[in-house]
């Protein structure tokens, strides 16, 4: 990673590097196991950071279509740091956190509660059954698949 930013700084190549910080390692939360600041690695190959505290994907993407503008008139490279929360387990039921917090966070912080009062009602019915169907679909073949009964 460090050369990526060694390179790119140097070569003042036009590349955004995104970083989504979920705030937890597998069962460690980032505070307990990142020494310094995530900025301060971009900043030392003299890398503008943008950093969002959001999950509001509307945010994001005006945000995301500033820098790229920025990258491309500058032909510079720029970092964007996204502070987020992950909502489940890494893996397996490993997550440390109470039940309680997981619900708090998801209701403050979830990308689809944040950004469906802004979507026609009508439209949002449309959206999910289409997410369902398609979700359906895929599980349905997963099913189906004869190499996964031998797995």
Do not use: C
């Not at 190549?13 to 989504?20: D, I, R, W």
């Not at 939360?29 to 690695?41: H, Q, V």
């Not at 489940?88 to 509660?113: A, C, F, I, N």
């Amino acid at each position: 990673v460090y050369e990526s930013l060694n390179m790119a700084s140097l070569w003042d190549a036009p590349v955004l590097f995104v970083v989504e910080n979920n705030r937890i390692a597998q069962t460690t939360p980032t505070e307990l196991s990142i020494a310094g600041k995530i900025p301060s690695r971009f900043e030392a190959f003299d890398i503008t950071t943008t950093e969002l505290e959001t999950s509001d994907v509307e945010e994001i993407s005006s945000a995301s279509d500033r820098i790229i503008s920025e990258i491309r008139r500058t032909n510079k490279p720029q970092a964007l740091i996204i502070h987020t929360y992950r909502f489940g387990p890494h893996s397996k039921g490993d997550d440390t956190r109470s039940q309680e917090k997981v619900e708090q966070l998801k209701q403050e912080h979830d990308p689809l509660s944040i950004l469906a009062p802004s979507i026609d009602p009508d439209q949002l019915k449309n959206i999910t059954a289409e997410v369902e169907e398609e979700i359906n679909k895929a599980f349905d073949l997963a099913i189906s698949d004869p190499f996964g009964e031998t797995i």
